[in-house]
Every structure is written in structure tokens, then in C-alpha cells.
């Protein structure tokens, strides 16, 4: 996948085609929406890695849970044992 749509490589090719009055014209706005989506990009990125990394703390914390389930129980079965 590359880095800008295949439509919006397009449509800057037909762009340098238009006469120079016209590609002015179109410029401005053809890089704010590259800029937009690069952004847009970087932004699903971050949102990507940082589900990857709650999903892995979630993980962590799943474990300790469990952990901390069963030293709960070992005392509590000690606990009766001695009553």
C-alpha cells in the first residue's frame, strides 16, 4: 500500500496536465487534502499501536488477576485449616 490513494496519485497526475492557470488554481487545495490524509494516516497509526499496547497490558493485568485469585485462595484454604 502506498503512501497517498491511488485516486488522489491520479488525480495529481491529471492536474500537471491542466494548463498553469488552472494547476495554480487546483494546488492549494490538492496539497491541503495530500497533508490531510498523511495525517489521517499517522493519526491510525498511533490509535493502532496504542490498542496494541492496551491489549497487551490488558493481557498482563489478566494474568496478575489470576494470580492474585489463586494467592487469595491458597490463604484462605490455609486460613481454614487452621480454625
Known amino acids: 500500500m502506498g503512501e497517498l490513494p491511488d485516486e488522489l496519485v491520479t ?17 492549494d487545495s490538492y496539497g491541503q487534502m495530500v497533508k490531510s490524509i498523511r495525517r489521517r494516516r499517522r493519526i491510525l497509526s498511533l490509535v493502532q499501536e496504542a490498542l496494541a499496547q492496551l491489549r497487551l497490558d490488558i493481557k498482563y493485568l489478566m494474568f496478575d488477576l489470576d494470580a492474585t485469585r489463586k494467592e487469595r485462595d491458597q490463604l484462605r484454604k490455609q486460613l481454614d485449616e487452621l480454625d
Open 11 to 27: 488525480l495529481g497526475k491529471e492536474i500537471t496536465k491542466l494548463p498553469l492557470s488552472a494547476q495554480k488554481e487546483l494546488e
